[in-house]
C-alpha cells in the first residue's frame, strides 16, 4: 500500500508555455501533499504543502502565482508551472500522507526541461 | 538555513562492510526522524524511521542510532551490497501548519564496490 503516482515523468516545453503535473495517491487517501523540487546532486527542496479542500501554503521564496497548486481531491494534486522559463527546468516531486501521520510517501517525480 | 546537517556527503565501502551515515539537528520541537533512499532519477523511498523516545531501531540490515541529549541520529547499514549504492537522505520533521514537513539533509552519496 501506499503508492503515489505521478504523470508526466518527463516533460520537455518551450520558454513561456505552462505545465501541469499530477500527483496521484492511488490507494490511499491523501489528506495532505507536499511539492518539491531538487537539482542534480542536490537535496529535496520543499516548495508547498497542500491540504485537500485549502490553499496551499508556500515556502519562503517560492512564487505562489508562478507554481500553482490544486489539492481538490483526497486523491489528486497538481502542480502548474505557469510561464515557464530554462531556470524552472528541475526535478519535480511530490508526496502525500495520510491525516495526522508523520509517513510521507514518495512519488517517481517528473523530470521538466524548459528549452 | 540548514535545520539538518548530514555527513559524509559520499562514502565508498566495500561490499560486506558497514556504511555509517550521520545527521545532526538543532530544533528540539521535531519528533520524527526519517531515512530515505534515492536512486537517480526516482523518488525518494522510506528506508526507516525513528521517534525520539528510542535510541535505536532496527529494521533487517539497517540500524538508527539516536542520540536525544546530543541531538544527533545515524544511519547504520550492515553487510553493505553493490545493490544499496544510492543517495541517502535523513530528515526530520515537527508538525507545524503545514503538517508534518519534513526538513532534509544534504544527502550522502553511497557506492558500495565489489
Known amino acids: 500500500g501506499a503508492v503515489v503516482s505521478q504523470h508526466p515523468s518527463w516533460v520537455i516545453c518551450k520558454s513561456g508555455t505552462s505545465v501541469k503535473i499530477e500527483c496521484r495517491s492511488l490507494?490511499?487517501?491523501?489528506?495532505?501533499m507536499f511539492w518539491y523540487r531538487q537539482f542534480p546532486k542536490q537535496s529535496l527542496m520543499l516548495m508547498a504543502t497542500s491540504n485537500e479542500g485549502s490553499k496551499a501554503t508556500y515556502e519562503q521564496g517560492v512564487e505562489k502565482d508562478k507554481f500553482l497548486i490544486n489539492h481538490a481531491s483526497l486523491t489528486l494534486s497538481t502542480l502548474t508551472v505557469t510561464s515557464a522559463h530554462p531556470e524552472d527546468s528541475s526535478f519535480y516531486i511530490c508526496s502525500a500522507s495520510r491525516q495526522s501521520s508523520y509517513e510521507q510517501y514518495f512519488g517517481p517525480g517528473t523530470r521538466l526541461t524548459v528549452t | 538555513q540548514q535545520q539538518v546537517k548530514q555527513s559524509p556527503q559520499s562514502l565508498i565501502v566495500q561490499k560486506g562492510g558497514i556504511s555509517i551515515i550521520n545527521c545532526a539537528y538543532e530544533n528540539t520541537a521535531f519528533d520524527y526522524f526519517p531515512w530515505y533512499q534515492q536512486f537517480p532519477g526516482k523518488g525518494p523511498a522510506l528506508l526507516i524511521a525513528i521517534r525520539p523516545d528510542v535510541s535505536e531501531k532496527k529494521e533487517g540490515r539497517f540500524t538508527i542510532s539516536f542520540n536525544k541529549s546530543a541531538k544527533q541520529f545515524s544511519l547504520h547499514i550492515m553487510d553493505s551490497q553493490p545493490g544499496d549504492s544510492a543517495t541517502y537522505f535523513c530528515?526530520?520533521?515537527?508538525?507545524?501548519?503545514?503538517?508534518?514537513?519534513?526538513?532534509f539533509g544534504k544527502g550522502t552519496s553511497l557506492l558500495v564496490t565489489p
Open positions: 490507494d490511499f487517501q491523501a489528506t495532505t
Open positions: 530528515a526530520a520533521s515537527r508538525f507545524s501548519n503545514s503538517g508534518y514537513a519534513l526538513n
